[in-house]
């Protein structure tokens, strides 16, 4: 595609369920990220993959959150138990090794009730 | 406290020259970004300066880099209504990818006609 997909683009949950937000990355990018952005707030690092190996996972706030990269391509990021509080729109971005610019999708809204 | 902060709103007339400050803490970084957010759309790009330079100029965009004092600062020249969005600062994190950053809360730039 042209640009990151993210999908779903929104998302209501229960309290305590669990969730699978997708990022189909640009083609071509082995570099990969997460974050969050809680509302009035900047983005939060969540987790870097660099191919199909987590390079940095230093953002993940508890081990209720993982994210995997089976083929170095699309990532999917998984929320157990989820709270209230993981509401806030999940950011992804790719970039090409060693390139400074890495390319956002639009993000999907989780809402946890 | 914060990592990055940034002043939270800015307001300018149409014309007008529009600078946002940002202050970091973490010495090590190698790069800092500047990233526009317009409602309902992802993060975009907009420039971003080598921790060794000084000033980077890009079209209508001017870059200040003060190391010493953590410094950084946006100048947007002859400023656009279509300018009005929020401004992030961001800062790269050392032995990761370029692209993991941690973010300011964001500065809302409103340009007035």
């Known amino acids: 595609g042209a640009g990151v997909s993210q999908t779903p683009s929104n998302k209501v949950t229960e309290k305590g369920k669990y969730v699978e937000l997708r990022c189909d990355p640009i083609?071509?990018?082995?570099?990969l990220y997460w974050y969050r952005q809680s509302l009035g707030q900047g983005p939060e690092f969540l987790i870097y993959?660099?191919?199909?190996?987590?390079?940095?996972d230093s953002g993940l706030p508890n081990d209720r959150f993982f994210a995997v990269r089976p083929e170095g391509s699309v990532s999917t990021l998984k929320i157990q138990r989820t709270e209230r509080g993981d509401s806030a729109v999940y950011l992804c971005?790719?970039?090409?090794?060693?390139?400074?610019?890495?390319?956002f999708g639009q993000g999907t809204r989780l809402t946890v009730v | 406290g914060e990592d990055v902060e940034q002043s939270l709103f800015l307001s300018v007339r149409e014309g007008d020259s529009s600078v946002i400050n940002c202050t970091y803490t973490?010495?090590?970084?190698?790069?800092l970004y500047w990233y526009k957010q317009e409602p309902g759309a992802g993060l975009q790009l907009l420039t971003y300066?080598?921790?060794?330079?000084d000033m980077k100029q890009d079209q209508r965009l001017t870059v200040l880099l003060n190391k010493k004092d953590k410094h950084l600062s946006l100048r947007i020249a002859d400023t656009q209504t279509g300018d009005s969005a929020i401004y992030f600062c961001?800062?790269?994190?050392?032995?990761?990818?370029?692209?993991?950053?941690?973010f300011g809360k964001g500065t809302m730039l409103l340009v007035s006609p």
């Open positions: 973490d010495s090590s970084s190698t790069y």
């Open positions: 083609s071509g990018h082995t570099a």
């Open positions: 993959f660099q191919g199909t190996g987590a390079a940095d």
């Open positions: 300066i080598f921790s060794n330079m």
């Open positions: 971005a790719s970039s090409l090794a060693g390139q400074t610019e890495a390319f």
């Open positions: 961001a800062e790269s994190k050392a032995n990761s990818g370029y692209s993991t950053l941690t």
